[in-house]
């Protein structure tokens, strides 16, 4: 069983900047969640997809958006860099709908840095 | 609001020790999980353990066990015979339980690094 594939592993923007991040979800897994999380903090959600559609919304502003796609990818675009988007990016996939209980399983994070 | 509460920022233990990490949670919903995740240096969010709300026995995965006193909101893990290995930072994570599609998203505590010493 394939696990959840992140890439880059690491980038570095400046500010004003736009980019993508990519996830490839775990082999039969249908919903995607990117966490946040900066430096010495814990993750703090971004956005879930499921089925392609976005299904729920953490408290981030409308420049961070995602797709995910037909066969479960996702992307997550960040546009007009602010320092304060540097930190670890990271991606879980997970079995959703009516399958509840199945927990999130992670991928190895894209570290941004925004100079 | 769900909230999670990690008041330990750093503990240390002996290999072959036993250490307990504590957690606090805050919220008003009553079907729930519960979950400690690891993340070594190496990045990746690694799940160790998780408690169902409704359940009234505490979960156990090998050397790994919590004590989840749900009127308390309390949901610590204690971990017997420390390995090298183990040394990480431990996430405790809250997530309501949710029907019909949605949205099932981790609220994370902000982590205790565990070192194990030889």
């Known amino acids: 069983e394939t696990g959840v594939t992140q890439s880059p592993t690491h980038l570095i923007k400046t500010r004003g900047q736009q980019v993508t991040l990519r996830c490839s979800s775990q082999?039969?897994?249908?919903?995607v969640s990117w966490y946040q999380q900066a430096l010495g903090q814990g993750p703090q959600f971004i956005f879930q997809y499921y089925r392609e559609e976005e299904n729920g919304r953490g408290n981030f502003p409308p420049r961070f958006s995602g797709l995910q796609f037909p066969n479960y990818s996702s992307e997550l675009n960040v546009n007009a860099l602010e320092l304060d988007d540097s930190a670890l990016y990271l991606c879980a996939s997970s079995l959703g709908g009516t399958a509840i209980n199945q927990p999130q399983h992670f991928g190895d994070g894209t570290r941004l840095s925004i100079l | 609001a769900q909230t999670v509460t990690q008041s330990q920022p750093e503990m240390s233990v002996q290999e072959a020790e036993t250490v307990t990490l504590s957690c606090t949670y805050d919220?008003?919903?009553?079907?729930?999980?519960l979950f400690w995740y690891k993340q070594p240096p190496s990045r990746q969010m690694i799940l160790v353990i998780r408690?169902?709300?409704?359940?009234?026995q505490n979960a156990t995965e090998n050397r790994f066990s919590v004590n989840f006193q749900k009127a308390a909101k309390s949901f610590s893990l204690k971990i017997s015979d420390s390995q090298l290995g183990d040394t990480a930072m431990y996430f405790c994570a809250f997530m309501t339980l949710n029907y019909g599609g949605a949205t099932n998203k981790l609220i994370f505590g902000t982590g205790t690094l565990l070192a194990v010493q030889p």
């Open positions: 082999s039969g897994h249908n919903t």
């Open positions: 408690q169902e709300a409704y359940k009234q």
């Open positions: 919220t008003s919903e009553n079907n729930y999980y």
